[in-house]
T-cell receptor, first 113, second 111 residues
């Protein structure tokens, strides 16, 4: 199993540009999450999904959108990039019916200039 | 709103020392508490998960305790090694397995 994969690993955006961060998992987990981590800080939840077709906001959803059309994929969309969105973005998945452990991807480092 | 605090923010110890990392949370209505390790530029690796009904969990040289009523958890690392150098994050979860993270303790174990 590849686990949780994220692409790209690094990206530089200009203010106002848009992009999609990709996340995929091959563990058949129903629950998926997007977090952001600012320097020296913990992770904050942006959006989460409990299954295909179902998404909900986390602590810091403003400026982001998500969709969940399949169990495997959970892309995160930035429509109008702002410097405040410079951060490292982590995707995670879990299967609460088996374990409450969350499995994390390697992260995407995004810089908005 | 759940707030998670970790003390100290950074810790430097000589190899071989036993050490304790602290985590506190404001809302005791948690489902689980989990300790993670994060290496520089990497993702998070789960170390220990304590369910709300449990008091502690052990894995090798690591022991995590949970006192839900007081909103505290500790991670005990025995006989520390340079390879233990990393940032340690604790997180508590509530409904829908949503996690709230502390800002971490950056550990440096000197050879």
């Amino acid at each position: 199993n590849a686990g949780v994969t994220q692409t790209p690993k690094f990206r530089i955006l200009k203010i106002g540009q848009s992009m999609t961060l990709q996340c995929a998992q091959d563990m058949n987990h129903n629950y998926m999450y997007w977090y952001r981590q600012d320097p020296g800080m913990g992770l904050k939840l942006i959006y989460y999904s409990v299954g295909a077709g179902i998404t909900d906001k986390g602590e810091v959803p403003n400026g982001y959108n998500v969709s969940r059309s399949t169990t495997e994929d959970f892309p995160l969309r930035l429509e109008l990039a702002a410097p405040s969105q410079t951060s490292v973005y982590f995707c995670a998945s879990s299967d609460p019916t088996a374990s409450d452990t969350q499995y994390f991807g390697p992260g995407t480092r995004l810089t908005v200039l | 709103k759940q707030e998670v605090t970790q003390i100290p923010a950074a810790l430097s110890v000589p190899e071989g020392e036993n050490l304790v990392l602290n985590c506190s949370f404001t809302d005791s209505a948690i489902y689980n508490l989990q300790w993670f390790r994060q290496d520089p530029g990497k993702g998070l690796t789960s170390l220990l998960l304590i369910q709300s009904s449990q008091r502690e969990q052990t894995s090798g040289r690591l022991n995590a305790s949970l006192d839900k009523s007081s909103g505290r958890s500790t991670l005990y690392i025995a006989a520390s090694q340079p390879g233990d150098s990393a940032t340690y994050l604790c997180a508590v979860d509530g409904p829908f397995n949503k996690f709230y993270f502390g800002s971490g303790t950056k550990l440096n174990v000197k050879p």
